[in-house]
């Protein structure tokens, strides 16, 4: 365990397996445990809560990517044999606080993705908010090979993106989708060139940054909440949170500055 680098421009302790990168006002975390293609052990899952959770008021996007050949190999599988029952809860839920602080964190998140995004490394980035994919990319649920079952969120989070079937086949057949395919289910938002991900990433960071605060935080936080309610539930938390959006301050002034010819128009990108 180590803190982050003081010129990294945070404040928080982080593993090995985590390097912390400050880009203005956007954040740059890595997986940075190659040599076991970022497996992610008790002290990443514990130094990504930390992360997300004490992101510094400037942070206003995050990209998450991995080093090496791989995004993520998921779960560090020579931790596995070690956990009783009381232990294997105690673990998966402490996957769940560390991915709840990405996905309902401070600022919205980019997941650039390659080479193998299997296990928890296709949960965590499940619980990202767009996800880039590299030509390299594919993804699987291996846990059905392995005797296990998903704990990092997939159950609730993958359902949601590629549907409970897909997901159902996925772990009781092994089936693993590659990058083309990730893309025409929805898995990625993006599919760029091998080595085309963090630049991208990094360009979708610095758009989300752009915008209003309140914008953000209604898509982040609000959004999920009304597609998981009732209609009658969710027009009226739409209502609300769009008088909250127009009332703020940077609102008014973003209107102002479209109707006076200042802000730019809406254009095919
Ligand atoms: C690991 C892990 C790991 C690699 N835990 N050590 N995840 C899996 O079932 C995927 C397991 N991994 C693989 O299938 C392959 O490693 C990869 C396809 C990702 C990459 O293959 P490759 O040929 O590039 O690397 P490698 O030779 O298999 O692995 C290099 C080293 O990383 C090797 O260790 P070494 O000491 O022999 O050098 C591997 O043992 C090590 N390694 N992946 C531990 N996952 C909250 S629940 C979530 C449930 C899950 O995520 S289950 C899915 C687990």
Known sequence: ???????SGFDVELPRSLKAERRGDLAVLRLARPEKRNAIDDP???????????LPDGIKAVVLHGEGE????GLDLGELTAR???????????WHRAFERIEFGRAPVV????????GGGLEIAAACHIRVAESSAYY??????????????????????IGTSRMTDMMLTGRTYDAEEGQAIGISHYLVAPGAGLAKGLELATRIA??????????????????????ASGYL??????????????????LKAFLEKRAPKTVRH
């Open 1 to 7: 365990m180590s803190a982050a680098k003081p010129d």
């Open 44 to 54: 990443t899952v514990l130094g990504i809560e930390r992360f997300f959770g004490s």
């Open 70 to 73: 791989h995004f993520c190999s």
């Open 84 to 94: 009783g029952v009381a232990e294997g809860i105690e673990h998966s839920r402490s």
């Open 111 to 118: 997941a650039v993705l390659h080479g193998a995004v299997v």
């Open 140 to 161: 699987a649920l291996p846990e059905g090979s392995r005797g296990i079952f998903v704990g990092g969120g997939a159950s609730v989070r993958l359902p949601r993106i």
């Open 210 to 231: 752009g915008n209003a605060p309140m914008t953000n935080f209604a898509v982040t936080h609000v959004l999920p909440r009304i597609a998981e309610s009732d209609p």
């Open 237 to 254: 938390t739409e209502a609300l949170i769009s008088a909250i959006a127009q009332g703020d301050d940077e609102a008014k002034a973003r």
